[in-house]
């Protein structure tokens, strides 16, 4: 298994996206994702909404240190969506994963 570098790096049009193959491999070194459709996909609950706002921001310092944003989303008051795809591939990425596991290393800590 090939291990997550700590960075993303910047991807090119015309980069295909990850397939099945490397999807599972790396679903595996961020156990909380799940996939849906051509996204990664993951929820939080907190127990309110201040704190679920706050996990947002957290994950907005993180992007932007990655230089790769999901979106986010603060819903039902105490829970936060984050959904990761690469634009760029037309599908996930590696760095998809590689700022899952930032976010969990953090949020999750």
């Keep these: 298994m090939s291990s997550l570098p700590e960075r993303c790096t910047p991807c090119r049009q015309g980069d295909p996206p990850l397939d099945a193959d490397a999807i599972a491999e790396y679903l595996e070194q961020t156990p909380q994702w799940k996939v849906d459709g051509n996204q990664i996909v993951?929820?939080?609950?907190?127990?309110?909404?201040?704190a679920a706002l706050k996990a947002a921001n957290q994950v907005g310092m993180?992007?932007?240190?990655?230089?790769?944003?999901p979106d986010i989303r603060v819903h039902s008051w105490n829970h936060l969506e984050l959904r990761c795809w690469t634009?760029?591939?037309g599908g996930l990425s590696l760095n998809d994963f590689v700022l899952a596991r930032q976010i969990d290393r953090?949020?999750?800590a």
């Design 62 to 69: 993180i992007a932007d240190e990655q230089d790769h944003h």
């Design 87 to 89: 634009h760029t591939v």
């Design 106 to 108: 953090r949020l999750d």
């Design 42 to 50: 993951r929820e939080w609950t907190f127990p309110d909404f201040r």
